[in-house]
């Protein structure tokens, strides 16, 4: 638009210009044309009236003087005649302008005096008179007296104002004339071909179209699109060679890693076309308090020490809610940057959320609603309408701004979690080619605690709108199928593990999530060990068993239980007093809910209370660190751990277990871990514990510390095993798999 303003301005100054001009000078000319005609017509009647006069004025015959006068009144525009003796006395006068008489006029005198005609424009009330004064002269050529004749004038200003208002018009009409022609001409020649060969270029170097490049052009256009042509050329073979060569590759049965996910990803869907949704974004810009500077941030969450991994190997496009409050100073014109920001490996999407709208969707209804109807942990979800309307437009949101990026044909659509139960049925609606997977990270309950919530069916046909839902276990798989078979009209297929509704077939199944067993090894064991033995001298650690928690401050964490465990465990076993030492990593989460709010309290409270109770002048039993540490600041935490405590009421996976085993390479320390995470599924050489009985908790830290080297190196070899052949590299390609598997089977 600035284009065509800085081409279009100059011409239309000109015209207005040329136009105001001309203007001008026709104005000029009609009005001395005007002015033309009416001095001739005032002579005319001058003249005629005069040798009437000059015998009236000789005869001294009023009567005469009185009709004459008169015969002026009803004329239009010349509004009357006034009769003067030679002194300039007023014999008779129209009685319209009867006013008249009182006027000063010089101009009488000189009339009589040079004997000549005397006419002008004068302002009489407020009217513009033109007078026209000529002597009246007896048969000696001696001066007798005067004849005036007055004219209203303002017809003449009327035509001018007439031909100024059609100018203008005119001008106005040339000029919409010229912006239409413009614009209409600007398009044919250069937005029509340019948006041509944007779609051809976006379609042919997919392989989705195998035509020429459709600009007929020769001039610059036609070579530009030939460079085009050859770019798009070059990048279909690429993608193609790529995609074979990665499919030579795959071989079934290697341990995955990242490269065997970037190939299965190449060979079975193509470059960059994966395509993940999360509320939560993978990297945040936000302000720094102290330097004012922004700076970029992980957030602490699963869903992204998961999915970034899978990301940064197959390359893709991930949507998120752009919640960092710097995040809008580092994004292109639509809203996308390369992340990580220092080695872009894959795009992110941010989404911009209203107050109200983050308020109602994530706080509302995803976090006070879902969130605890899915975890039991009996904390009573809340449902309100107004979440669950801002909810159904958050989904409508992030479907617009997902449909906006897919590919022509076929794309892969990954959506994650609970904020977005809509979002599967709104993208199938309008592109019904698509392949749709949503990830469950939380736990699924049984359909009697999941039918209280009042849009449970809306919640069911959304996610419905699947080609597959994974969990992470197989009871929250038959939670989820027993759910739909109990709540909506649908078939349920035990066989498949499906479930059809409308015709639709969604397959449900298992997919335990993992850690990046490949890439958390990166950082070097010296400078990790050193990282390691700095906090231990900080903190005082010398010498101490160290007890180690990482988590987000959560209801369903069971961090309450966990103080209370660790409260006990000294009461119980007092000869552990100075000795051990629990280090707890605490990122405060989502405190604008009253009830994380309080739950931070009662955590400061209850830490402050056993501290109290327990430590002495050299020694305290817990060190709380109550702030967001990255994923690169709790490596050495979890190196110098001698246990890690795992006590979730409730968890879908829970990844901080798997995160201990795998950074534990030295086989030294023991995991506790709470048998309501679906990681005790898979960890079973944990020490599993119901954190709910404080005996048994505080009975197991005994247990960690106590546990001879061997054995300790014994579960954790066993535990690394099962961590690292089933990492996020699996979890991904298993769902790639799969989510292909269905694909041709559709076709
Ligand atoms: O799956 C649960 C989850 O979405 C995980 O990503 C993470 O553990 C947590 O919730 C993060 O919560 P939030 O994104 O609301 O901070």
Redesign the pocket.
């Known amino acids: 638009m600035k284009r065509i303003l800085i081409f279009l301005l100059p011409i239309l100054i000109i015209v207005a210009v040329v136009f105001t001009v001309f203007g001008i000078i026709q104005v000029k000319i009609e009005q001395e044309k005007l002015m033309d005609e009416l001095y001739r017509k005032a002579k005319s009647v001058a003249e005629t009236t005069e040798v009437s006069v000059q015998h009236i004025i000789k005869d001294n015959d009023k009567k005469a003087a009185r009709r004459l006068v008169d015969s002026f009144q009803k004329r239009e525009r010349l509004q009357g005649c006034v009769l003067y003796d030679q002194h300039g006395k007023v014999l008779a006068i129209t009685e319209r302008i009867a006013e008249w008489q009182a006027k000063d006029k010089a101009y009488l005198q000189q009339v009589v005096e040079n004997r000549q005609v005397e006419a002008g424009m004068q302002k009489f009330k407020d009217l513009s008179i033109y007078s026209y004064a000529i002597p009246v002269m007896d048969d000696s050529e001696k001066v007798i007296g005067v004849v005036e004749l007055i004219y209203d004038t303002s017809y003449v200003y009327t035509r001018l104002a007439e031909l100024w208002r059609n100018i203008s018009v005119t001008l106005s009409i040339i000029v919409l004339l010229i912006i239409i022609i413009v614009l209409l001409i600007q398009r044919q020649i250069f937005v029509v071909p340019v948006k041509k060969l944007t779609e051809w270029f976006h379609l042919y170097q997919k392989g989705e179209i195998d035509d020429k490049h459709p600009i007929k052009d020769s001039g610059e256009l036609g070579k530009l699109a030939s460079e085009v042509e050859q770019v798009a050329l070059s990048l279909r073979v690429a993608r193609k060679t790529i995609a074979g060569e990665a499919q030579a590759r795959l071989k079934v049965d290697e341990q995955w890693t990242e490269t065997k996910l970037r190939d299965l990803v190449l060979a079975k869907l193509g470059e960059n076309a994966l395509f993940v949704v ?3 974004e993978p990297y945040m810009h936000v302000l720094d308090e102290i330097t004012g500077q922004a700076k970029w941030t992980r ?8 999915l970034d991994p899978v990301l940064r190997a197959c390359g893709g496009t991930w949507v998120a809610h752009g919640s960092g409050n710097a995040d809008k100073k580092f994004v292109n014109s639509k809203n996308k940057l390369g992340v990580p920001p220092d080695d872009n490996r894959y795009i992110l999407k941010r989404v911009w959320l209203t107050k109200l709208e983050e308020e109602g969707y ?1 706080y509302g209804f ?2 006070e609603g879902l ?1 605890p109807l899915c975890h039991v942990t009996h904390t009573r979800p809340v449902f309100r309408e107004e979440d669950w309307e801002m909810y159904q437009k958050v989904n409508q949101k992030f479907a617009d701004s997902i449909l906006e990026e897919l590919p022509a044909k076929n794309p892969f659509v990954f959506i ?4 977005f139960t809509l979002l599967p049925r709104m993208i199938k609606e309008s592109r019904p080619d698509a392949t749709i997977a949503l990830f ?3 736990p699924w309950p049984n359909p009697e605690v999941f039918s209280i919530c009042p849009y449970y069916q809306e919640i069911l046909d959304g996610m419905l709108g699947c080609d597959l839902i994974g969990f992470h276990v197989q009871f929250h798989c038959n939670n989820f199928l027993e759910t739909a078979n109990r709540l909506i009209e649908s078939r349920v297929d035990t066989e498949k593990f499906s479930i059809v509704r409308a015709g639709r077939e969604t397959v449900i199944k298992p997919f335990p999530i993992s850690v990046d067993t490949v890439n958390s090894k990166k950082e070097g064991q010296e400078s990790l060990n050193q990282k390691a033995e700095k906090i231990r001298i900080e903190l005082e650690l010398t010498d101490k068993i160290i007890g180690l928690g990482v988590e ?1 401050i ?1 209801y369903t964490k069971g961090l309450i239980e966990r103080v209370q465990a660790i409260d006990r465990f000294f009461e119980k076993y007092p000869q552990y007093k100075g000795k051990v030492v629990f280090v707890q990593l605490a990122a405060p ?2 405190t604008h809910i009253k009830r994380y709010h309080d739950l931070m309290g009662e955590i400061d409270e209850l830490i402050e209370k056993t501290n109290w109770k327990y430590s002495d002048t050299n020694w305290q039993p817990i060190i709380y660190l109550k702030r967001h540490f990255s994923p690169e600041e709790i490596l050495p935490y979890y190196k110098l751990a001698d246990f890690c405590v795992v006590s979730s009421l409730h968890d ?2 829970n ?1 901080v277990a798997k995160e201990f085993v795998s950074a534990k390479d030295d086989l030294r320390g023991s995991l506790i871990l709470s048998r309501f995470t679906g990681a005790a599924k898979e960890l079973e050489q944990a020490i599993q514990i119901n954190p709910y009985s404080i005996e048994e908790f505080a009975a197991a830290i005994k247990q960690a510390i106590e546990m001879p080297r061997e054995e300790q190196a014994r579960r954790m070899a066993i535990m690394r095993k099962i961590v690292q052949e089933n990492n996020v590299y699996k979890w991904a390609g298993s769902i790639i798999t799969e989510l292909t598997a269905l694909k041709k089977e559709k076709a």
């Open positions: 999360s509320n939560r957030p602490a969450s699963g869903v992204v020490t998961a994530y995803a976090n969130w994650q979690d609970y904020h469950w990270h939380i987000r959560d989460s989502r879908g996976m990844l």
